[in-house]
């Protein structure tokens, strides 16, 4: 399968996969990377849940690039929008008012919940959780923060030491943050063995972390609705609104961290409206616009906002509000709506996603399937009884060979995780759960 993009420059004609690679290798330093053993996969170009490589071979994206390209590649409505937006006015600084920002705001504060009447701009999800915890803080006057075990909040300063992944364990560096475990049944840190039990049991450690570290010293627990890079854990029914509880009980912020699972990823604009449970700050940023210029923020609560009414609030970044991101969230939460994206989302979770995932538990390497819309997790282990999990160099072999089978995968430790756009076709969703099946069977 070829494709040729009409979007390619002519000095690109030129250019292989073998020549992008190199000029990249040579010249850009990447995240999460140990630099002397890189081997990025060239994209060239893309279109709704496909992209394709310098060569012009073709893949299924089911990693969404990083789990953010919701409404797919090179949404004609959003493209248009963010040209039309530059010809017009490329910058403005935050402290001016602008109609397009504003009525970005407007959209996003349509899906938030009642009491919610403020958005704050960034630039992506890091400093919007950076950002929210600077709000807690100086509202509540508490200095600390706990956040879970499992997390990724982001790599700025304070938002990597809120972070509780794998990545940078030990807890170092963490000067006013601490952890708890969160619920995690497969892998359970409270010898639990049923979902209400891992609720309330987790309930309880969060409850005594709060009490030993003194509920006066905590501003905020910060949690990722559903934590999805460290293993997309939706949580067993109860739980979140048992963190409400104890945020409530000891006069503490919720922040619930939407950047991954916000904007259609559960079907639902935001994950939280399937758990019946309400933050004090909504953190956002993939989703809302696809990622197709870099935008995030902070959705605020009424008592937060009022807050800062009479006092300043001391921050800002050059380019919140940023003209061409407005413009994006704008034609992307529009064009979402008019075609039923978050909708999809939800049918193709319930309807494709779930029964042909729960079917690669044929396959003996398959431990666990969890997820929901478009938005889970395969666990692979290779002791199904003790839950070993899969060693690197084989999910190195998995992931080189899905490429091949043209599946762009997201491979985190030992879990494929299926996050496809949410405007993946029924079609698409099922061509690449096969080919995984497929590949599981190779493995
Ligand atoms: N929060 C969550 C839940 C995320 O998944 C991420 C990124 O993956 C971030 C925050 C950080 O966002 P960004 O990379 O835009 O700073």
């Known amino acids: 399968m070829t494709t040729t993009s009409s979007t390619t420059a002519p000095t ?27 081997a990025p996969l060239p994209l060239a170009g893309g279109l709704g849940s496909t992209v394709w490589d310098v060569d012009g071979r073709e893949y299924l994206d089911f990693s ?24 017009r006015l490329t ?3 935050p402290a001016h008012a602008n109609e397009t920002r504003a009525e970005a705001a407007h959209l996003i504060l349509e899906r938030a919940p009642e009491g919610f009447s403020k958005v704050f701009f ?25 956040s879970h075990y499992r997390s990724y909040h982001g790599n700025t300063g304070g938002a990597i030491v809120a972070t509780g992944d794998w990545r940078r364990m030990p807890n170092e560096y963490a000067t006013g943050h601490v952890h708890a475990f969160g619920p995690y049944l497969y892998r359970s840190e409270f010898w639990a063995e049923s979902p209400e039990q891992e609720a309330e049991r987790a309930l309880h450690h969060l409850e005594r972390v709060v009490q030993a570290e003194g509920a006066q010293t905590i501003a905020a627990i910060l949690l990722e609705t559903i934590p999805g890079t460290a293993g997309i854990l939706v949580p067993p029914p109860g739980y979140l609104a048992g963190v ?30 399937a758990f ?6 909504i953190t956002f940023a993939k989703g809302v616009n696809s990622g197709y210029v870099p935008v995030g923020g902070v959705v605020i609560s009424d008592p937060v906002s009022h807050h800062f009414d009479e ?65 889970w997790a395969v666990e692979l282990v290779s002791d199904r009884e003790a839950r070993t999990p899969l060693d690197a160099a084989t999910m190195g072999r998995f992931k080189t060979d899905l490429l091949s089978r043209g599946l762009l995968p997201f491979i ?21 759960v096969a080919i995984i099946d497929e590949a599981l069977a190779a493995l």
């Open 12 to 38: 690109e004609a030129a250019a292989t996969n073998a020549s992008v690679s190199e000029s990249d290798r040579s010249s850009v330093f990447h995240s999460w990377s140990a630099q002397g053993s890189l």
């Open 64 to 87: 969404s690039q990083l789990v953010n390209v919701n409404i797919g590649h090179q949404h004609p409505k959003v493209v248009a929008a963010i040209q039309e937006q530059a010809a």
């Open 91 to 93: 910058t403005v600084a």
């Open 122 to 146: 960034t630039n992506g999800g890091a400093d919007a959780n950076e950002n929210a915890i600077r709000m807690a803080r100086l509202f509540t006057g508490r200095d600390k923060v706990i």
């Open 244 to 273: 409400r509880e104890i945020a409530d009980r000891y006069g503490i912020l919720l922040i619930l961290d939407e950047v991954m699972a916000g904007f259609a990823r559960t079907g639902e604009w935001f994950a939280f409206d």
């Open 276 to 281: 019946g449970v309400r933050p004090d700050l």
């Open 311 to 375: 006092r300043v609030f001391p921050g800002g970044l050059t380019y919140s509000g940023h003209p061409l991101a407005a413009a994006s969230i704008v034609a992307a939460l529009t064009a979402m709506e008019e075609e039923g994206v978050v909708s999809n989302a939800k049918r193709i979770g319930s309807e494709v996603l779930a029964p042909a995932l729960a079917a690669l538990s044929r396959h003996d390497i398959v431990g666990e399937v969890r997820g929901t819309g478009v938005f």
């Open 412 to 432: 985190s430790e030992n879990r494929i995780h299926v996050v496809p756009p949410a405007v993946v076709t029924d079609e698409e969703a099922r061509r690449g």
